[in-house]
């Protein structure tokens, strides 16, 4: 990737821009293998809520990943299987991202948090012949395994243990710690990512060995020229979620740079202690996670010894008290990145080199053309809303960020591309006369809440299966902290009387089924739905509306029916 430091302004550093993508690339020999013989440079610091730290260099990850690569390949494990990852940050969940690609095999990294459906959804739609976990994700896996024909083996990391599970210090111990990688196209598929936001549930997005160069734009304007003397970077985003560690370790270790993985609670005192203790120079955070810390520590320099150089946000808009809080009392410019489902790092803000314009979410950033299309694919001018979406070419070259295609669904990934070579990414948006581009209402009326894309159908799914429910429909709010969770409206069958314990009951009843972030925090039963001629929920309707005396939260009910 060329990127011009010298370039003046915007549309220069797009003119010059050139991704220079290799035809034989493999992800892992990229990011990992090619720093190992450097024995001393550090790749990974560890720190769990107990307490417990380990550093690790690339050496240190190359031959453990290499003793891993070598267990699989005896597991029967082949180029092309899929080998699902359920695990935290964790020095082995980047152990086994490493094993995994330099075999030519797939990695499908899955949200540590996700309820049985869904986890069996995107196991048995991955066909995923084995599984890593811990022992947080290892009951929702071996309560499965039964309906998973496909999944063969288990390989358990820590404590994780019980019938089928192979311990995973004990497997490796006897490994050889030598391994060739294979030799891959960079057009070859590394790894299969679910993203919450296409019509009937979750659909796995191909990705390419060469989407590592598609990411490297953004991240090093974000990050300001990335990296920098002294550059360390953390992001606490669990897999699968915005922000996630992939998207943070992938560019980290391209540029042979460390990063922090912390596997615990988070609150606002334990980022700022975090950041602090390591020194940490480049962050990527969401928004509702600095509202709490802009909340708790009003000024943070008189309180701690700060050292941050960049700092990005992921997954929500930045208010712009926040964008300020941040330049003010913490010295640096929050440089937000918008990417859809499928599409991530793809536009946003470079404040030290485009303004940010009010409302919007950013520019393309360079090596990606975008332009808000008609169905047809067709680019609509400036103003008009359409759907957002990316050309395939940049300046001759094929861009490397776009998906190959959906994982066993050709008919929906001929659909996501129109026209000429347009690719379609399901969001609503509009753009200025400068690039900028204003995102509307998600086409599918998904939302982000803490930083995952939570999909209202699956919840509404959920709690439609509830004996008492008797029509349902989900949108996202905004919470007190600044962030986004489900709401739900609920029309209960006839004799059925809306109460504070019923609310619970039906928060634990999508609590069993789908992830804690899924859960509404608030629940109100109506009488009746509003409804369009052809029967179709009008969401906008449910937005506008604020909470009726019958709305009940997680603290008990506001009123009775």
């Not at 220079?20 to 992800?27: C, H, T």
């Not at 991955?126 to 390989?155: C, F």
């Not at 304007?221 to 990335?226: G, P």
């Not at 940490?280 to 010894?305: C, E, F, H, K």
Request: charged fraction near 20%; include cysteine.
């Amino acid at each position: 990737m060329e990127l011009d430091s010298q370039a003046g302004s915007y549309q220069e550093l797009c003119r010059s821009f050139r991704w220079q993508v290799p035809e034989r690339f493999n992800l892992a020999v990229d990011v990992c293998g090619r720093w190992a013989a450097e024995r001393h440079r550090f790749a990974l610091y560890y720190e769990d809520a107990s307490g417990f730290t380990s550093a690790h260099t690339f050496w240190d990850i190359q031959r453990q990943a290499n003793r891993l690569s070598n267990v699989l390949a005896a597991l029967g494990t082949l180029p092309g299987d899929r080998v699902a990852i359920l695990l935290p940050q964790c020095p082995e969940a980047a152990i086994a991202q490493i094993a995994i690609c330099q075999m030519g095999a797939l990695a499908v990294p899955l949200s540590p948090f996700l309820g049985p459906d869904s986890l069996e959804h995107r196991l048995g739609d991955a066909a995923a012949h084995l599984a890593i976990v811990d022992a947080t994700t290892q009951p929702g896996v071996q309560g499965l395994r039964h309906r998973l024909p496909r999944l063969r083996h288990v390989l358990g990391v820590g404590s994780a243990a019980g019938p089928g599970i192979r311990p995973w210090d004990e497997v490796l111990e006897h490994a050889s710690a030598h391994y060739t990688p294979i030799v891959t196209a960079a057009g070859d598929p590394a790894m299969i990512l679910y993203r919450r936001g296409t019509q009937g549930g979750a659909r796995g997005a191909l990705m390419a060995h060469r989407m590592l160069f598609g990411k490297l734009s953004a991240f090093v304007c974000a990050h300001d020229f990335f990296p920098q003397p002294r550059d360390m970077l953390w992001s606490p985003g669990q897999p699968a979620g915005a922000g996630d560690f992939w998207d943070a370790l992938l560019p980290t270790w391209h540029f042979g740079m460390p990063l922090l993985a912390y596997n615990g609670t988070l609150d606002a005192v334990k980022v700022f202690a975090l950041i602090e203790k390591y020194g940490i120079r480049n962050a990527v955070l969401w928004p509702s996670l600095l509202q709490r810390m802009m909340q708790r520590v009003a000024d943070p320099g008189t309180v701690y010894d700060l050292d941050l150089r960049t700092l990005a946000s992921v997954g929500e808009p930045v208010d712009p008290a926040l964008w300020h809080w941040a330049r003010d009392k913490m010295g640096v410019a929050i440089n937000g990145i918008f990417g859809p489902a499928g599409l991530p790092d793809l536009v946003g803000n470079w404040a030290s080199r485009w303004p940010a314009s009010p409302g919007a979410v950013g520019r393309a950033y360079p090596g990606h053309r975008v332009a808000v299309i008609d169905a047809q694919g067709n680019a609509l001018p400036p103003g008009e809303v359409g759907e957002l979406a990316v050309f395939r070419q940049y300046h001759a070259e094929d861009d490397p960020l776009p998906m190959l295609g959906y994982w066993r669904d050709p008919e929906a990934t001929a659909e996501a591309v129109v026209g000429d070579g347009w690719v379609r990414t399901g969001e609503s948006a509009t753009l200025d006369g400068e690039g900028n581009l204003f995102c509307q209402r998600p086409a599918d009326d998904t939302f982000a809440s803490a930083g995952y894309r939570v999909d209202p159908s699956e919840i509404e799914t959920c709690l439609r299966a509830h004996a008492v429910v008797a029509n349902c429909a989900v949108i996202g709010r905004a919470d007190e902290l600044g962030g986004t969770r489900p709401r739900a409206f609920v029309v209960l069958r006839p004799g059925v009387l809306g109460t504070p314990e019923l609310v619970r009951e039906l928060q634990r009843h999508v609590g069993r089924y789908l992830a804690p972030y899924e859960t509404p925090k608030a629940i109100e039963f109506t009488a009746a739905l509003p409804l369009g001629a052809s029967g179709e929920v009008l969401r906008g309707a449910l937005s506008t509306r604020e909470m009726q005396p019958t709305a009940c939260t997680e603290g008990g009910m506001k009123g009775r029916q």
